[in-house]
């Protein structure tokens, strides 16, 4: 890719996309932020603000908020991938998820634009308890989900942006399919005790049905939209589908993927706090 062409970055202050955007300052990679508060402002609800974002870029990463399993999100993604090959992108990243149907609908949508594309499909990211809604029931001591004794493969946020800076900077991923997830599975109250074990505090799980975890957020303030995501992701995802480990990490980075303990003595403080 020429030097002169900038690196989007969809999401560029979330989880994955504030991660890639400093990864590509490391390497000197001219980049974008694509954000509401970004220069040229985006916004995924305003098509207006895509092609400005746009221009000039060589490759985009393309992380939509907040889901790909919310309605509408396929053919928002499909739009900005369509315009993207007309004003000239080279690549594209996409941050799936593992196990989602409407992932999977969005991937072939953004490959239908013609633009060669990389697939990073993502299983649960351990961050979520440390850089999000989880951080105050984990640092009061008490984390009430809507889980069972399923394991799920944890995947770390930095290897995600590895990945995706791996396939950002160079053609040879284009067209691959990654499924990133960490080295072993474990159960919720599994990761929650490998929690406790790094913040130095009793920390514990109390399973809740659905229903009462999504009335609890909704008497929280949570919008709608969101306690809908959330219910669908508990009830749907953690059924067992994505119980099993896949080689993406290695096949990309060419290392191990990151262990969640490793994580969690990483983000040990934010639980002190």
Excluded at 126 to 135: D, I, P, R
Excluded at 172 to 190: D, N, S
Aim: hydrophobic share 50%; charged share 20%; aromatic share 6%.
């Amino acid at each position: 890719m020429a030097a002169h062409l900038t690196t989007l970055v969809l999401g560029g202050t979330g989880k994955t996309g504030r991660r890639v955007a400093a990864r590509l300052a490391a390497r000197g990679v001219p980049h974008r932020i694509g954000s509401r508060a970004g220069t040229p402002p985006f916004d995924w609800t305003d098509p207006d603000t895509w092609q400005p974002v746009l221009r000039g870029v060589g490759a985009v990463y393309l992380a939509y908020q907040p889901d790909l399993a919310v309605p509408g999100a396929v053919e928002t993604v499909g739009g900005l991938a369509r315009l993207a090959a007309d004003e000239g992108v080279r690549r594209l990243v996409l941050l799936s998820g593992r196990g989602e149907p409407e992932a999977a609908r969005a991937e072939r949508a953004v490959a239908a634009s013609g633009v060669p594309t990389t697939v990073l499909r993502a299983s649960w990211f351990a961050q979520n308890f440390s850089e999000g809604h989880l951080v105050e029931p984990v640092r009061a001591g008490v984390l009430a989900l809507p889980v069972g004794a399923v394991p799920e493969p944890f995947v770390d946020a930095d290897d995600i942006a590895e990945a995706a800076v791996a396939a950002l900077t160079t053609d040879v991923h284009a067209g691959a399919t990654y499924e990133l997830t960490g080295p072993r599975l474990l159960t919720f109250a599994e990761a929650v005790a490998e929690i406790a074990t790094a913040a130095g505090r009793p920390v514990r799980l109390v399973p809740v049905a659905v229903e009462a975890y999504a009335a609890d957020l909704a008497a929280a303030g949570v919008p709608a939209e969101v306690v809908a995501l959330l219910t669908y992701l508990f009830s749907d995802l953690l059924d067992g589908r994505n119980a099993h480990l896949a080689d993406g990490v290695e096949r990309i980075l060419g290392r191990p993927p990151r262990d969640f303990r490793a994580y969690a003595a990483q983000a040990a403080g934010v639980w002190r706090a």
